[in-house]
């Protein structure tokens, strides 16, 4: 028996839960933090990735933050779902897949159909009223209305764009976990009940070394959950897994399932 073979049975038996990490997306064109060439290399993420940061761009070289969050959302409406991002659906659908629990900010599960996810950082195109808490989503048109707008930006406007006034006089944010803010305690208290009740644990490109995430896979293992873990590289979770698959998760994933 091949170790693909071994994996699918695992995966057949059902309650598995995925933890998916920026690498999922490398191949729908999203570049992961440490990735080679796209936006994290032009801008680096220990400054455009946390607010006091952004507002040392904004006030020095606003131009440059325009030219970021424009990369950044554009990138996003680019991108489209892979065949990666659709296995896990299909698997939903099927019923062996509880939830997908992901690190991802790009919302390409959501947009693959995907119905339970779990953000432990977020989301872009999602907004959150800093004041009263209200939310909405982006959806296709909106998203690319947002690009449209922020390439005729100018400085000033794009304050308006990217933190829009909301009815109660508070400004509405992207809801995302920049670095140094505090992550949201229900969708982790999700993600480990969602562990602690599952047979197998699927990890695809994931690092391992961004944390508290990273802890959850410890977590699975203290509880004999099984362990697959997709991922080309090396990473600090292949020691903890049952079986890695070194590939890429569009190709692995097809093949596991063909
Ligand atoms: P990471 O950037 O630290 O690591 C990505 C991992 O994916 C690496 O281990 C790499 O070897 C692997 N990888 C690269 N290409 C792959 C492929 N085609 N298939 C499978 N694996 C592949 O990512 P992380 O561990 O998710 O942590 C980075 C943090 O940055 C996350 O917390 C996330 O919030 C954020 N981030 C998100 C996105 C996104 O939303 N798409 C992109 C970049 C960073
Ligand atoms: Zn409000």
Redesign the pocket.
Known sequence: MSSFDNIREILEKGNVVAL????????SG??????KEGI?EKFN?AIY?NIPGLIGVFVFRPGRMRDFILEFYETIHNAKPNK?HYILLEMEKRGILNCVIT????N?HERAGSKNVIE??GN?IRFRCMKCKKEYTLDEKGLKELVHNLKRASRFQIIKLILPRCNCGGRYRPD??LFGEALPQDEFTKAYMEIERANSLLL???????YP??SLPYYAKEKGIMIIE????Y?PLSRLADYTIF????E?MPRIFE
């Open positions: 998916t990490g920026a690498g999922i997306s490398e191949e999203i570049t992961t933090f440490r990735g994290w993420p990735a990666a690190q991802n900010v790009d390409l432990l950082h872009m995302v976990v695809i490109g994931t690092s391992g070394i961004v995430a990273a997709i991922n080309p590289s990473t590939e890429k998760a569009a692995a």
